[in-house]
């Protein structure tokens, strides 16, 4: 088989095969994911050894072709120029990948996928990317050994390798960019030097893992990250644009109409048949006592549960069962009751993952920079900016978003809903843990928002704010909506009153 080719098909031999691993792998999490891969590696050794008329068992495979130019095989030194050829396209491809809209999208699933799901990101399509690029690249380094030593079997890979891989990621700095890169030319040249004693390679090893893993954390980078943070900050600074003037579309009617749904769970019911309607252009309000079935309504709207029965539709689109990235790209938004920030993130970088589901540059358009992937990420930075504008945080767009006050970290999470272009927006319990100056801003940033062609559904125990902004209220108890409508009218609800508002002692006698 030519060379060049043999060369192509392992890469896409291998990104079948990470198809292959993420599908069954993808199903757990945490240990297990180790486990189900590693498991992988040794069911390929077991197989590639016995599988004698294939893969030559352990004598391996003879006679393979070199890579050649002008006809002629190449030489030691070509090797090593085409080996740090193909390293440096694939770094700059994939910095292209990581810097843009997949690269964000990945990043946040390591921190929280239900957040992520919010804001657009197909989860387990995102991570099967991640299993294929993996394959891929490794599925290249491997023909390349085999084609340079004209030969393989299954000794060329053995889990002391993994182990190495492993030590490179983490002792030049897992999650940086150059982390990497950094770790491999500084311990592949320490392997060559050491290459006579492999009893001290291997001690030097561990010694190195732990290392990495209790004194540097951050790896060789990370004691540069100081440096780095202040490149990033110079690159990041805001641009000052204006405050967006509008975000949702214009229009009355309804907009969400839910009938009839339930929820139990064995004994428990946070939803009881419970029927509303939410119209466009107004700031609505959910309240009730502490398991009325809140925060389990908001669940349900936005995918993340799904009710026994009834009906959600939004946009005249029935919405039961769908997940939670399609629902948000319908145009329905959300925050959350305890913050799901993606905190180790910049705030922008928390903003501009809002827009991940209104982006249009595909996989390969990132991959490559082609000039319509940057102009989609400009045109992203500059609507993060605008957005930050209006929640009056744009002079922390380089700040780790995690760094904030939590005042301010709910900001930054209310933008990032925004920045999902919703037309209904849900927020879960806004105000916890303001203070009374924060909650009263929180109260004009709604109004505000409202005026940006936003409609509203909060869930709040703030009944000042509550009253002060909402044009509905709807009410819920043990799961039940017992009242419903203008703030005045709710107020004066005796159902209410007894339930959640309670009443004053002197007034009753």
């Not at 994939?94 to 809209?101: F, V």
């Not at 949702?248 to 309804?254: A, C, I």
């Not at 946009?315 to 009751?337: D, K, S, W, Y």
């Amino acid at each position: 088989m030519n060379p060049w080719l043999a060369l192509v098909l392992a890469a896409a031999i291998s990104g079948v095969c990470g198809v292959l691993i993420a599908l069954p792998s993808l199903r757990v999490k945490g240990p297990y994911l180790a486990m189900v891969t590693l498991a992988f590696g040794i069911v390929v050794e077991k197989l590639v050894g016995e599988w004698t008329d294939v893969f030559g068992g352990a004598q391996g495979i003879y006679g393979i072709k070199s890579l050649t130019w002008n006809g002629q095989p190449l030489s030691s030194v070509q090797w090593v120029w085409f080996g740090i050829a193909l390293c440096a396209v694939t770094h700059l491809l994939l910095r292209n990948l990581l810097r843009g809209r997949f690269g964000r999208a990945l990043l946040s699933l390591q921190a929280d996928e239900i957040a992520s799901s919010s804001v657009g990101v197909r989860v387990y399509r995102a991570k099967v990317i991640a299993f294929v690029i993996a394959a891929v690249t490794c599925g290249v380094a491997g023909a390349l050994v085999a084609q340079q030593n004209q030969y393989i079997n299954s000794d060329f890979i053995t889990f002391h390798l993994s182990i190495f891989i492993l030590l490179l990621v983490l002792f030049g700095g897992a999650g940086s960019m150059y982390g990497p890169l950094v770790g491999t030319a500084i311990l592949t040249l320490v392997d060559a030097l050491l290459a006579r004693w492999p009893s001290a390679q291997h001690f030097l090893y561990g010694f190195l893992l732990l290392f990495a893993l209790y004194v540097m954390p951050g790896g060789v980078v990370g004691l540069f990250s100081k440096w780095f943070k202040r490149t990033k900050e110079t690159a990041l600074a805001p641009s000052g644009a204006k405050p967006p003037t509008r975000i949702g579309p214009t229009g009355s009617g309804e907009l969400l109409v839910v009938q009839g749904v339930s929820k139990s769970y064995g004994g428990v019911k946070p939803a009881q048949d419970v029927s509303f309607c939410l119209q466009r252009g107004h700031i609505h309000a959910l309240i009730g006592p502490n398991g009325a079935g809140k925060s389990t309504m908001i669940n349900m709207l936005t995918g993340v549960v799904d009710p026994d029965k009834g009906s959600i539709r939004f946009l005249n689109e029935e919405i039961v069962g769908r997940p939670a990235h399609t629902i948000c790209c319908l145009g329905m938004g959300r925050t959350f009751q305890n913050l799901r920030l993606f905190a180790d993130l910049s705030v922008l970088d928390n903003v501009m993952l809002g827009r991940h589901s209104r982006m249009q540059n595909g996989f390969f358009a990132s991959l490559a920079a082609l000039p319509s992937a940057r102009k989609q990420e400009l045109a992203t930075r500059e609507r993060a900016i605008q957005l930050l504008d209006l929640v009056g945080l744009a002079h922390f767009a380089d700040k780790p978003a995690g760094s904030l006050p939590y005042g301010l970290q709910r900001r930054v999470e209310l933008a990032r809903a925004l920045a999902t272009e919703p037309q209904l927006l849900l927020l879960d319990e806004p105000a916890a843990g303001l203070n009374p100056q924060e909650t009263a801003e929180l109260g004009q940033l709604l109004v505000r928002i409202g005026k940006c062609g936003v409609s509203i559904l909060m869930v709040e125990h703030h009944m000042d704010l509550v009253m002060s902004v909402s044009d509905h209220v709807i009410v819920l108890d043990y799961g039940i909506k017992i009242a419903e409508g203008k703030p005045a009218e709710v107020q004066a609800n005796s159902r209410v009153v007894d339930a959640y508002l309670g009443v004053d002692e002197a007034v009753a006698a």
